[in-house]
């Protein structure tokens, strides 16, 4: 999502930030061979999103699609048509 959006994430802050997350009690990881190894997945990832994507990561944000003419009664609305259709398709029958 940084990429697309021109946003500069480094790669080490990104494997920082999930050690921590998955593991809030351990150490910050050091600079050896693991980290490495870590760093070296997430861009082969990351390339193998690009070309899956074939390079276009472009896209319209949702949001840009809604305009004024939505009030909160046609929100309400429609939020209410997914829960319904959301709990019809979830239902145990």
């Known amino acids: 999502a940084g990429k697309v959006e021109e946003q500069h994430l480094r790669t080490r802050d990104i ?48 949001h840009k699609v809604f305009n004024d003419d939505l009030t909160k009664p046609i929100i309400d609305n429609i939020v209410s048509d997914l829960i319904q259709i959301y709990t019809m398709d979830t239902e145990i029958p």
């Open 15 to 62: 494997i920082n930030v999930s050690n921590r997350y998955f593991n809030p009690s351990g150490e910050p990881l050091e600079l050896d061979s693991r980290f490495w190894e870590l760093r070296d997945s997430i861009v082969q990832c990351e390339l193998l999103m690009l070309r899956v994507l074939r390079f276009q990561v472009s896209f319209q944000h949702p």
